[in-house]
């Protein structure tokens, strides 16, 4: 539904004429909005370019990366189990979504901030949910072939000509290396999957929780630079790049700054 509401805004500029549809980028961060953002940019051929940050890419991956073996079984003859039962007319299971759910890493339960927004949030939750999380992947929708429809107008507006051609969509992926939260592999999966022109933004030496704060200069830079080089204006010195990267794969690499004594 996230994916369907992002396309809607999309098709609503375009409707609209409010904003310029032939600059349009999309940003997303953490989990599924970095997820999201990459599968609506797929789905949706006026977007130019994407910025996801801490991306998941497969939701069951994600869920199972987070259990053992046993308790990974355990928790899809559970989700069954709650199906069946719902199907029957009964009642769905509720369940902590902290730790029947995302079982949360030592990293984000040690995490001040974290602690205070789950404090915030309801204790449970449906597990029906869990279905659409393991039904998630946005790797596949990266994968799909890259074309948009031309459209050539006479003087009249009338349309006189339809054809397929190659698209275009620069795609920058960021995450933290070995990150245990959102999988450093899910970034690194989407980045290979994704056609050039591409970017991938590693942290090293930081973690997830920690990486906004210590390297949000670093990181901001590349996300803006990446946004003015595709969507900038034609006269702005970025867009001159882009016949440079049209066809290319960067790999940048970020080193968290050493905190003070």
């Given at each position: 539904?996230?994916?369907?509401?992002?396309?809607?805004?999309?098709?609503?500029?375009?409707?609209?004429?409010?904003?310029?549809?032939?600059?349009?980028?999309?940003?997303?961060?953490?989990?599924?909005?970095?997820?999201?953002?990459?599968?609506?940019?797929?789905?949706?051929?006026?977007?130019?370019?994407?910025?996801?940050?801490?991306?998941v890419?497969?939701?069951?991956?994600?869920?199972?990366?987070?259990?053992?073996?046993?308790?990974?079984?355990?928790?899809?003859?559970?989700?069954?189990?709650?199906?069946?039962?719902?199907?029957?007319?009964?009642?769905?299971?509720?369940v902590?979504?902290?730790?029947?759910?995302?079982?949360?890493?030592?990293?984000?339960?040690?995490?001040?901030?974290?602690?205070?927004?789950?404090?915030?949030?309801?204790?449970?939750?449906?597990?029906?949910?869990?279905?659409?999380?393991?039904?998630?992947?946005?790797?596949?929708?990266?994968?799909?072939?890259?074309?948009?429809?031309?459209?050539?107008?006479?003087?009249?507006?009338?349309?006189?000509?339809?054809?397929?051609?190659?698209?275009?969509?620069?795609?920058?992926?960021?995450?933290v290396?070995?990150?245990?939260?959102?999988?450093?592999?899910?970034?690194?999966?989407?980045?290979?999957?994704?056609?050039p022109?591409?970017?991938?933004?590693?942290?090293?030496?930081?973690?997830?929780?920690?990486?906004?704060?210590?390297?949000?200069?670093?990181?901001?830079?590349?996300?803006?630079?990446?946004?003015?080089?595709?969507?900038?204006?034609?006269?702005?010195?970025?867009?001159?790049?882009?016949?440079?990267?049209?066809?290319?794969?960067e790999?940048?690499?970020?080193?968290?700054?050493?905190?003070?004594?």
């Amino acid at each position: 539904a996230q994916i369907r509401d992002i396309q809607a805004a999309i098709s609503t500029i375009h409707e609209r004429a409010i904003l310029d549809r032939d600059r349009i980028g999309l940003f997303g961060m953490g989990g599924t909005g970095a997820g999201n953002a990459l599968a609506a940019a797929a789905r949706s051929t006026g977007v130019r370019c994407v910025v996801a940050y801490h991306v998941v890419a497969d939701g069951a991956d994600w869920l199972r990366c987070m259990r053992t073996e046993r308790e990974w079984h355990e928790f899809l003859s559970r989700v069954e189990t709650d199906r069946v039962r719902r199907e029957a007319g009964h009642p769905g299971e509720m369940v902590d979504p902290r730790t029947e759910l995302m079982v949360a890493a030592p990293e984000r339960r040690a995490n001040a901030a974290k602690r205070e927004v789950d404090a915030k949030l309801p204790t449970r939750f449906h597990l029906a949910s869990a279905a659409d999380l393991l039904s998630y992947r946005p790797l596949d929708e990266i994968a799909k072939p890259a074309h948009m429809t031309s459209i050539r107008t006479d003087a009249a507006g009338r349309v006189v000509e339809e054809r397929q051609v190659p698209r275009t969509l620069a795609t920058l992926v960021a995450t933290v290396a070995g990150d245990r939260v959102t999988p450093e592999a899910h970034a690194v999966a989407a980045f290979e999957r994704s056609a050039p022109p591409k970017r991938l933004v590693r942290i090293r030496g930081v973690g997830h929780y920690e990486a906004d704060a210590r390297c949000f200069d670093a990181l901001a830079r590349e996300f803006v630079d990446w946004f003015e080089r595709w969507l900038g204006p034609p006269e702005h010195p970025a867009r001159g790049a882009q016949a440079v990267v049209h066809t290319e794969a960067e790999t940048v690499e970020i080193a968290a700054p050493a905190l003070p004594v």
